[in-house]
């Protein structure tokens, strides 16, 4: 059994695709995504692999298997959240849910409290409404507890620098919560047209206080959240911009003519696939994270070798374990199995 937590988070497309063999290795899988409606209630009727749920705990009793509800441009937490029957109708269909499809548990992701991301509502008490949602989803989750005689598991997902801090309580949530998902990655890329590593565990080469996993880590530390109930993330993409002159970092904090997008047209893993888009990869040592460029192009993303670097650091901070947006990259998966324990 896995002394850490080993959490993909698995999008609807790609729930048919779960191996076997990985169901017997991860002890987390968090289905994404629930949404909210205009009534605050929660619905998964988009979900339509939703049933295999149960045949994949048959496989792996130990897995444990959790609803994420929110994700990107997920509007409705700021409404739902504002008033106590709003957070009622919330939970009670979130209970639902999870006693219908035998879940485990709850996992929040909402981007962001008090963010107009993606033209989401928002509002300034959405900081004490997310600390008043949790705490009425632990204790929906913990009366439910007494009816089925199970526990469940309440996280949340939360963004990885210091504006998500700012903008929550994260002392006081970090106390009703098991773990904290942390999103060790787009930590550059969707809002910049400055290259950079968007998933790096340390300062990128010329950069020394720029972002970072270890950054997010003590940030979320010095807020009040322990070790022990950090998961950190990694990225099982890339991010690539375009317009790119080299300088002499091979492409690297260098200026582009995009923003960094998520749309690869090749395998990053594969190096026959990279040799044939002309690309070559580099090694940004300080940062412990990868990149390729071809002279016009730079793409940030997740190696083996990263990964290897996540898991020690992982280890060595006694962290709860590594979680992953999003299941499908093999070659991954089979890096973070190897590593992590």
Known sequence: MKKHVFAPYIMEDTVNDLRVNDILRITHLNIAFGLIRDDHTVTVDHLQY?????????????LRVNLSIGGWGADGF????????????FVSSAMDIVEKYEFDGIDIDWEYPCIDSAEIACHPSDKQNFTFLMEDLRAGLDALSQKTGKRYELSCAVGGDAYFIQNTEMDKVAKIVDYVNLMTYDLRGG???????????????????????????????????????MVFGAAFYGRRWAGVAGGDTHGLGQPASSVGNIRMDFDLQDPQAVAQHRFTKFWDDQAKAAYLYDGADFISYETP??????????????????????????????????YLD
């Open 50 to 62: 939703i049933d295999r749920i149960k045949a994949y705990k048959r496989l792996n009793p130990d």
């Open 78 to 89: 700021s409404q739902m959240a504002f008033t106590k029957e709003g957070r009622d109708a």
């Open 191 to 229: 809002f910049t047209n400055v290259t950079g590593h968007h998933t790096n565990l340390y300062p990128q080469t010329g950069e020394p206080n720029g972002p970072c996993g270890e950054r997010t880590v003590q940030l979320y530390y010095d807020a009040g959240v322990p070790y022990e109930k």
């Open 305 to 338: 070798e990263s990964i290897c670097e996540k898991c020690k650091f992982i280890r060595e901070k006694h962290l709860a374990g590594l979680m992953y947006w999003a299941y499908g990259n093999h070659t991954l998966f089979e890096a973070v199995d190897t």
